[in-house]
């Protein structure tokens, strides 16, 4: 059974910068490619980034391009989701998703994704 569990979110200024982790147990973040999804209050979930199983290849979202960067660490079995230049739009709740059937593709779509994290509470404050 493939758990995935994040961290690292909170309460951080305009401007600021966070650092999310999930990590996973049960299989190895080398298998399969994982992506961050977001959810803010009365909105729909929102496709932030992805990184392939082998971590050679990253996708973003249009929202987050430029200040955020995903990561993995393969010896950790942890994925990572630096972000930067924080603005209040990015408050929401982070999830951590992992695609395991086509590893070395990139997924924009959260239908794609059998494993999720429970999430983690990213707040932006102005």
Partial sequence: QV???????????????????????????????????????????????????????????????????????NAKNTVYLQMYSLKPEDTAVYYCAGAPVFPHALYDNRGTYEYWGQGTQVTVSS
Wanted: with cysteine; charged share 20%; glycine share 16%.
């Fill in 3 to 73: 758990q995935l569990v994040e961290s690292g979110g909170g309460l951080v200024q305009t401007g600021g910068s966070l650092r999310l982790s999930c990590a996973a147990s049960g299989r190895t973040v080398s298998s399969f490619a994982t992506g961050w999804f977001r959810q803010a209050p009365g909105k729909e979930p929102e496709f932030v980034a992805t990184i392939t199983a082998s971590g050679v290849r990253t996708f973003y979202g249009e929202s987050v391009k430029g200040r955020f960067m995903i990561s993995k660490d």
